[in-house]
């Protein structure tokens, strides 16, 4: 999965900063930065708020995420991500 590797080359450099960009700036990348910052708050706070960080990202970027189907996809992006583990060692069942 894309976001992964990004987690693999992002850890591979120090943890430093990673740019995402596509044509308009406000649509695919803004999708899977919020995706990606969910699932990041996911794995270290438990949990889950796609509103909030959308609500965060569109302070430095407004107009990120414009559509129905780009907010349904960074719900799919999440949830395929966390689907492909079985659990979580920080969190319990």
């Known amino acids: 999965m894309v976001i992964e590797e990004m987690y693999r080359t992002q850890r591979k450099r120090g943890n430093t900063s990673i740019v995402v960009h596509c044509s308009d700036t406000v649509s695919r990348s803004a999708m899977f930065c919020a995706?990606?910052?969910?699932?990041?708050?996911?794995?270290?706070?438990?949990?889950?708020?796609?509103?909030?960080?959308?609500?965060?990202?569109?302070?430095?970027?407004?107009?990120?995420?414009q559509t129905v189907q780009q907010y349904q996809g960074i719900f799919q992006i999440v949830l395929t991500y966390l689907d492909s583990f079985e659990t979580y060692s920080n969190f319990t069942t």
Request: net charge positive; with cysteine; charged share 25%.
């Open 35 to 65: 995706a990606a910052t969910t699932i990041n708050k996911c794995k270290t706070e438990g949990v889950i708020d796609v509103f909030q960080v959308l609500k965060s990202q569109r302070i430095q970027k407004p107009g990120s995420v």
